[in-house]
């Protein structure tokens, strides 16, 4: 294959590098420093070095611009908000006396003033810090560290672009501060905001910048007709500005869509689009607004999300029909490679063929390099890696572990009705009665109790050989034997056996199955210094034996009441992996469905009448355009209800889901046909049973009554009080009593007493009724 050349050279380049360094050196610094082990100069130290690293590693990989400003101390956002003197009023005091220790209290809040709410960044398992605005605000531009690190990139002789959150992504992203009518739009500060942004930009400018980029991946969403005239507006005034670096306008993680041709329009100098995924649709909106004339195109076509190697001929494909279409085209990963871990060559125990169709952020910026050196010097110049490249992805296609016959025939034979139970609810929900039991408003929790030192001592113990697997399932026996003999004395109705033996609800399931690859060292920061490793679906998935059900049967034996088996769901294992590229995934999610299906029915034979399968991920996942929901909904539900559908009537089939608004989702719950539901309700007080039953949901739910997320101990008339409440939506035939979410993050102490409570205020009110 043969491309015409760019007119001018095509350039590399990236939105973002990993933070962390290659042995989350940023992670102990930060934790170092609040813990008082090292002080803010060594910690100052420490993220300069880690920045300086990583434009060395990036200058030396071929990337001819590199991005400033995108490194944090916790979360770019929060850099954004700090950037334009958004500080919250609680925060003030804190951040005069000391920036530093004042950032972090927005951040993690302290004794006295509780931090910034956290939540995702778009679809992914980022989480940034939610600005707070309110008809009071007043911005006032600070470029310190956005100077700071363009100056130091440029020291190092490199040509550097400053990256900064946009003004209408910022603004979108913001919610009314404490105290500010909920219904306060923070859009109407945009006249207020814009002012900050042109001093950024001159301050910047000033330090020598050509080039600014502003990430607006805001208008990847579906935007009302007024956001996208503030769009217009933010780009027709920053662009009018004298004194400004040339504007490279940033989005990713979806298409454009109806944003595409105002920012076509907008008198700002570049555009950087996705072309991955189904953000591939920006080719042809792009070719039907007449390309970018004029414009710098920046094409994001490396998955900044995934770890799989490139298809370079396809991307050559796709850039080749980009250069006629603007002035000047670029190569970029589609997003910041915050998302993916650094470098898989750490990866001694991958399978050294599976290892060759991983792409992490250190091969992803070579294989960018290599695609702008396609088209600028032609394919000739990269001949080598295109052989290469086509062979990896050729052994990838024709592997034994992604085509897995037996896996292949299986899901290929799924009928409608394997997706169904073979009762209706109502007749399930008699049966189960007869069966189980249960008193009117029945207790139970989701499954974990406290992950205690001594049990991660007990891992590590393992992992270290110091005890062998008898010793390790000892104490996890131990374990299981005191969470059952609490529950009991309290009188929890539906017991648990408290999740001992998993380390993470994903991998411990991950490390099971047969088509699941783990890392070692792919950490992926969720936010702040929290890190993830998640496991990657590298191939067709098979079980090739029980994963629980030696646990669930164990606690089972220790009592005669009901022991709930505990299943994480096909889409939450999607939601928190890194997905295959090469299928669908409705596919790979029918492949876990049915793996977790034998589980589900070995549970039922095994004597397990109570089932949960978990699906916090159910909302998260959901696609950020809404014309993409049905075809979402329809095969999550149906790969939920495929992993349920094996078992009797009389087997009760519960779920749960948390951290998630679900008003605008109580269909596809509703298509979960679940039997009983557990969902995060304390905070709301209870509002998602009056969405339920303005829903008409006609089964068990049970919303939670106890705020898992705080070592706070919910009184007994506190819970009665949202008992009260949720009975208002939900009949006392249908309510169920249980804490938001798991416990292993809490304390024993508080446990103890929270359960105790809400197993007296079930009481009172059943007494009542
Ligand atoms: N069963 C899991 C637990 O109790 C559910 C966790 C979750 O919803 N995130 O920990
Ligand atoms: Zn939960």
Redesign the pocket.
């Given at each position: 294959m043969t491309t015409k050349t760019a007119a001018a050279a095509a350039r590399a380049t990236v939105y973002g590098y990993p933070r962390q360094g290659p042995n989350r050196e940023l992670k102990k610094a930060v934790e170092g420093y609040w813990a008082g082990r090292i002080d803010a100069q060594a910690l100052r130290d420490t993220s300069a070095e880690l920045r300086l690293a990583n434009w060395r590693r990036l200058a030396e990989a071929g990337i001819h611009e590199v991005p400033t400003g995108d490194f944090s101390l916790y979360d770019h956002v929060l850099d954004t908000t700090v950037a334009v003197g958004a500080i919250p009023a609680r925060h003030r005091a804190a951040v005069e006396a000391d920036a530093l220790d004042g950032y972090f209290a927005m951040a993690r809040g302290t004794q006295d003033v509780a931090p910034l709410e956290m939540t995702k960044w778009f679809d992914t398992n980022y989480h940034y810090l939610v600005p707070e605005l309110g008809p009071d605000t007043v911005f006032e531009a600070n470029s310190t560290k956005q100077v700071a690190e363009f100056r130091e990139a440029v020291a190092l002789g490199l040509t550097a672009r400053p990256v900064l959150v946009g003004p209408l992504t910022y603004l979108l992203l913001a919610k009314p501060a404490p105290g500010v009518a909920a219904d306060f739009q923070p859009l109407t500060l945009l006249d207020r905001l814009l002012p900050v942004y042109a001093r950024l930009l001159a301050d910047l400018r000033g330090a020598g910048a050509e080039w600014v980029q502003l990430d607006e991946p805001a208008l990847v969403q579906d935007r009302s007709f007024a956001e996208l005239g503030a769009a217009a507006r933010v780009y027709r005034d920053l662009g009018g500005l004298t004194d400004r670096p040339k504007l490279l306008v940033a989005s990713y993680f979806d298409r454009l869509g109806e944003a595409l041709p105002t920012l076509a329009k907008a008198p700002i100098e570049g555009l950087a689009l996705d072309f991955t995924g189904s953000a591939a649709a920006n080719l042809d909106a792009l070719a039907a607004v007449g390309g970018l004339p004029g414009k710098r195109l920046v094409a994001g076509v490396v998955d900044g999300r995934n770890v799989w190697i490139n298809d370079l001929g396809k991307s050559l494909t796709t850039l080749g029909i980009l250069l006629g279409l603007a002035d000047r085209v670029d190569v970029a990963a589609s997003c910041s490679l915050l998302h993916v871990p650094l470098d898989a060559d750490a990866e001694r125990d991958i399978d050294p063929q599976i290892a060759r169709w991983l792409a992490f952020a250190r091969l992803k910026t070579e294989e960018i390099v290599t695609l702008a050196r396609g088209l600028s010097q032609g394919t000739d110049t990269i001949a080598t890696h295109l052989a290469a490249n086509r062979a990896d992805l050729a052994a990838r296609k024709a592997s034994a572990l992604t085509h897995d016959p037996a896996v292949r025939a299986r899901a290929a034979a799924v009928t409608e009705a394997d997706a169904r139970r073979g009762k209706p609810y109502a007749e399930r929900a008699e049966a189960q009665r007869a069966h189980l039991g249960l008193p009117l408003l029945p207790t139970t929790t989701?499954?974990?109790f406290p992950q205690t030192a001594e049990l991660r001592a007990a891992r590590a113990d393992l992992r270290a050989g110091r005890i062998d697997g008898a010793g390790y399932e000892e104490r996890i026996e131990a374990e299981i034997r005191d969470v059952i003999s609490f529950q009991e004395k309290a009188g929890i109705d539906v017991l648990v056996h408290g999740?001992a033996e998993r380390n993470d609800?994903v991998q411990y399931f991950a490390e099971q199955l047969t088509g699941y690859v783990a890392t070692r060292h792919g950490w992926v920061q969720s936010y702040g210094t929290r890190y993830v490793r998640p496991p990657i679906l590298a191939g067709d998935i098979s079980r090739p034996e029980p994963m629980t059900v030696r646990w669930t049967s164990f606690a089972q034996s220790l009592s005669d009441r009901p022991v709930k088996g505990?299943l994480t769901g096909p889409v939450t294992m999607l939601a928190w992996s890194f997905v295959r590229d090469d299928q669908p995934l409705g596919d790979t999610a029918r492949q876990v469905a049915l793996a977790l299906r034998d589980e589900v029915n070995d549970l039922e034979a095994a004597e397990t009448s109570v089932i949960?399968v978990?699906e916090?991920a159910l909302r998260e996942t959901l696609p950020l355009r809404a014309v993409d929901h049905a075809e979402y909904l329809a095969w999550a539900t149906e790969a939920f209800r495929l992993s349920t559908s094996g078992v009797r009537a009389a087997t009760q089939i519960h779920t749960?889901m948390?951290y998630a608004e679900f008003g605008d989702i109580v269909q596809a719950i509703d298509d979960l046909d679940a039997d009983v539901i557990s969902l995060e309700a304390a905070r709301s007080h209870m509002q998602v049973a009056g969405e339920l039953a303005a829903h008409g949901y006609p089964r068990e739910a049970g919303p939670g009554v106890y705020d898992i997320h705080s070592p706070r101990v919910p009184s007994t008339d506190e819970v009665v009080g949202l008992l009260r409440k949720g009975l208002a939506a939900i009949p006392a035939e249908r309510l169920w009593v249980n804490p938001d979410?798991?416990?292993?993050t809490r304390g024993w102490p508080e446990v103890r007493t929270s359960l105790e409570n809400l197993v007296a205020a079930a009481r009172e009110v059943r007494a009542t009724l």
């Open positions: 989701i499954g974990s999740e609800m505990m949960q978990d916090p749960h948390c979410c798991g416990l292993k």
